[in-house]
């Protein structure tokens, strides 16, 4: 059983920065590909971003690429969110998500079927 807890999230002023974090239970969470998937109100949940377990390799939607920075720090078990030059549109609840099986240790999924455990999500609310 892996539990994901997500933090950090607010109300920002459009232009502005948050940075989310998840941490992690499970002692293998170093093999765990991660993400962070958003749910805008009425919308779809989509993808927003993944990061491979080595670290090494990352992938951003379209819609956030050059603004949000995913990293992960595995001695703290704990997955970011970096999000800068915020938009009214990236509001929505962030969830993050573990993928505990990826296909490789440079490979992480933009599937939301992939991933095996999800948090609770944390709300991002962007003014403007």
């Known amino acids: 059983q892996v539990q994901l807890v997500e933090s950090g999230g607010g109300l920002v002023q459009a232009g502005g920065s948050l940075r989310l974090s998840c941490a992690a239970s499970?002692?293998?969470?170093?093999?765990?590909?991660m993400g962070w998937f958003r749910q805008a109100p009425g919308k779809e949940r989509e993808f927003a971003a993944a990061i491979s377990w080595m670290g090494a390799n990352t992938y951003y939607a379209d819609s956030v690429k050059g603004r949000f920075t995913i990293s992960r720090d595995n001695a703290k078990y704990t997955v970011y969110l970096h999000m800068n030059s915020l938009k009214p549109e990236d509001t929505a609840v962030y969830y993050c998500?573990?993928?505990?099986?990826?296909?490789?240790?440079?490979?992480?999924?933009?599937?939301?079927?992939?991933?095996?455990?999800w948090g609770q999500g944390t709300q991002v609310i962007v003014s403007s």
């Open positions: 998500a573990a993928d505990l099986n990826p296909p490789s240790p440079w490979i992480a999924s933009i599937e939301q079927g992939e991933y095996d455990y």
């Open positions: 499970g002692r293998t969470f170093s093999t765990y590909a």
